[in-house]
């Protein structure tokens, strides 16, 4: 692992990391287990991740961990999905705080259960000035309603006079989304082999690299994160540009 970590460029670590954290259930199917199995065993997947994003010096890490899509889902795995996050967060808050990770959720946390969000209050107000790693959990999160909501809030403040038409701009609407303030993620990750965004982020992923891998959730560690970051610093980025414009820059 030393010897693969001497292969990331210094210069070139991505500032914000998103993951889309797929394959839980086929995981644990594949182990003969319950798919809550799985779930259990991707906690100790998000604790490595994030230890090794301080170990590389990532800044901010957004993991899609409930889609309001995922109301859907048998209400058997719903339930065990929410007493499992009760419980990730009142285990690893003190650890979290300890290593100066600052705890913060996008999404409608509104609609979970009373002791989610006791519990994601008390963490995110405990870490709240921790400023070595941004962790964003996306919890009941749909880009869709987000941005509806951004345009909403807008036609609202130009309804009302305090803006005009004309000041409707990107940054304005990057404002009024649940990221503001956080720097659009330099890479997206999908484990499992699924190649879709499936409504996560679509405003912040313009520019994005995309890196899809069929490793499920459960087995993706520190390797295979290290592998993903690697294949993203061999990635031109040229926004628009051709790559003799870049060169021209160096």
């Known amino acids: 692992m030393t010897n693969l970590l001497t292969q990331l460029e210094q210069t070139n670590i991505p500032k914000h990391v998103a993951f889309i954290m797929d394959g839980n259930g086929r995981w644990a199917k594949s182990q003969g287990q319950h798919r809550l199995f799985g779930h259990a065993e991707g906690v100790l997947s998000v604790k490595e991740i994030i230890k090794t994003a301080r170990e590389i010096g990532i800044q901010y890490l957004t993991m899609y961990a409930f889609s309001t899509e995922n109301w859907n889902r048998p209400a058997e795995e719903v339930a065990g999905l929410m007493d499992l996050l009760v419980q ?45 790693l941004t962790l964003v959990l996306a919890l009941n999160y749909s880009a869709r309603s987000e941005i509806t909501s951004a345009c909403k809030r807008l036609a609202e403040e130009v309804k009302s006079g305090l ?19 956080i720097p659009d993620p330099e890479l997206l990750i999908r484990t499992s082999g699924e190649c879709r965004i499936s409504n996560f982020l679509l405003w912040q992923l313009s520019y994005t690299e995309l890196y899809f891998t069929p490793v499920h959730w459960p087995d993706f560690r520190k390797k295979e994160f290290v592998n993903a970051i690697i294949a993203y610093q061999q990635r031109e980025r040229r926004f628009g540009k051709i790559s003799e414009q870049l060169n021209d820059n160096k």
């Not at 803006?163 to 303030?181: A, V, Y």
């Open 88 to 132: 990730a967060i009142t285990n690893e808050t003190d650890e979290m705080h300890e290593n100066g990770v600052r705890l913060m959720t996008i999404g409608d946390i509104s609609a979970l259960p009373e002791s989610c969000v006791v519990s994601l209050n008390e963490a995110t107000h405990k870490t709240r000035e921790n400023t070595n």
């Open 163 to 181: 803006i005009s038409l004309d000041q409707i701009t990107e940054d304005s609407i990057s404002e009024k989304l649940n990221t503001s303030g």
